[in-house]
């Protein structure tokens, strides 16, 4: 008979023993035994990923420069138990554990085994999965099950070249450290997209009536850029987008680089209502484009404003003038629909017979 111990300590037992006629013989004590712990080991892995756009790159990540907001990520195994500490160096070619050099981002006194981390939990923002905190400036993501720490937007690449995130963890005075082998490779080609124009139509709506809008989106970078998806918002009170006013999509193709171009349109899409409102039309709205530059997908240069005026007097169904008759052509007031004034013109003056 084998009996395993699966942790270290000293053992006490007895072994009942039972014949074929249902006998008990014992039972018979056991000489206790002592069971030692093994070696506890460790071992980390690094991973990099581009601003939270796409998945963890274990060998090697690229894009363009600048390639800013990099995150980078941990996980762990091993038999080591307890607390672990990370650092994260955003390029260090050295292959050795020293945390004593300087560092792009250390986080101490983080169990990574826990369900909940150091510091108020923020509610999670779309994409992201498992808890996330924040520390200062940076947002730090903690999934249990994989035994993965990870902290954004940490290191900014401007300059073509090869950089070598690293990371070292350190549990149960153990250390182990990792390098993204391939590194992060910067080119000079970049991908960068913009709104280059935009308009609404009509120019002068009035209630109810139908509009439209366009916008052109455009590939200013060295490099051809995947499809993305556009959208269109109207900000009805023109004091900033809320969720619920109205909001609009249009898929973007593969744009070719240097100018490479799509307009997109949107036709008949929203009822005007009285007021004065602002629309804004925004590239890759959904940043599945890695990009030198997100911001300027839905900079200043995005937005028009446009007034939705009363109907004119002679098409607004309303007796302005109070001569019994309504609108154009009935009221002979009006020269055309659009006119704006129904009184009647005082040179012919209506006569009652």
Not at 255 to 264: K, R
Request: proline share 8%.
């Amino acid at each position: 008979m084998t009996v395993q111990y699966p942790t270290a300590g000293t053992k006490l037992g007895q072994i009942t023993v039972t014949d074929s006629l249902n006998n008990t013989v014992g039972p018979i004590a056991c000489q206790s035994v002592t069971v030692t712990s093994g070696p506890q080991t460790l071992a980390t892995e690094v991973s990099a990923r581009r601003n939270n756009l796409d998945f963890w790159h274990t060998l090697q990540l690229t894009g363009g420069a600048p390639m800013n907001d990099v995150d980078l990520s941990s996980t762990i195994s091993g038999s080591a138990a307890g607390t672990v500490n990370f650092t994260f160096f955003c390029n260090k070619n050295t292959p050795d554990t020293d945390t004593s050099e300087p560092r792009d981002a250390k986080f101490d006194g983080v169990d990574i085994t826990q369900a909940y981390g150091p510091g108020p939990a923020n509610a999670a923002p779309p994409g992201v999965i498992g808890n996330y905190f924040t520390f200062g400036n940076l947002n730090i993501e903690i999934w249990p099950a994989e035994k993965r720490f990870a902290v954004n937007d940490v290191c900014d690449y401007p300059t073509a070249g090869t950089y070598y995130p690293k990371v070292v963890a350190e549990r149960q005075a153990l250390a182990a450290e990792d390098r993204l082998s391939a590194g992060v490779v910067v080119s000079g080609d970049y991908v960068d997209l913009i709104i280059d124009s935009h308009n609404s139509a009509p120019p002068n709506p009035i209630p109810g009536q139908l509009m439209s809008f366009t916008g052109v989106v455009k590939n200013q970078g060295t490099i051809g850029a995947g499809a993305s998806t556009a959208r269109l918002r109207i900000d009805l009170n023109n004091n900033g987008w809320s969720p619920g006013e109205p909001e609009f999509t249009a898929p973007t193709g593969a744009l070719a680089p240097n100018g490479g171009s799509e307009t997109e349109s949107w036709t008949n899409i929203w009822a005007a209502v009285l007021g004065t409102h602002r629309y804004q039309i925004c590239a890759d709205s959904t940043d599945v484009v890695v990009e030198s530059n997100n911001a300027n997908n839905c900079n200043g240069a995005t937005t028009g404003v446009f007034i939705v005026a009363p109907k004119p007097q002679c098409s607004d169904s309303i007796d302005n003038d109070g001569d019994g008759k309504i609108d154009y052509p009935a009221d002979p007031g009006c020269v055309s629909p659009e006119d704006n004034n129904e009184l009647d013109n005082p040179d012919f003056q209506e006569v009652e017979p």
